[in-house]
């Protein structure tokens, strides 16, 4: 069956560095259009970046540029979030997403980010 299982969240100080990871099973990886957003208590789910299949042109949330790169690795089926310069109000469960219009749009269990000192 369709699997995404997230990674690499944890607590970190203001300034700060995490890089998630997501891998992949269960479908044609390499074919999906892949992202990562967050939700925070409180607050609707925000997109953070997506990355196209193939090529992997790539587009971010206005919260998050300049600051997080999501790549993917599609012979290792791994999509990749890295995020410096975190700040507080980057705290949130971030959530893997798998996109392919009319044959599947899947979603990781999250993994939690927390920006505190």
């Known amino acids: ?68 790169t999501i790549s993917r690795d599609n012979a290792k089926n791994t999509l990749y979030l890295q995020m410096n310069n975190l700040k507080p109000e980057d705290t949130a469960v971030y959530f893997c997403n798998a996109y392919l219009a009319f044959l599947g749009n899947y979603w990781g269990q999250g993994t939690q980010v927390t920006v505190s000192s």
């Not at 944890?10 to 957003?37: D, I, K």
Request: hydrophobic residues 30%.
């Open 1 to 68: 069956q369709v699997q995404l299982v997230e990674s690499g969240g944890g607590l970190v100080q203001p300034g700060g560095s995490l890089r998630l990871s997501c891998v992949g099973s269960g479908f044609t990886f390499s074919s999906y259009n892949m992202g990562w957003y967050r939700q925070a208590p409180g607050k609707e789910q925000e997109l953070v970046g997506k990355i196209a299949s193939g090529a992997g042109a790539a587009n971010y949330g206005d919260s998050v540029k300049g600051r997080f």
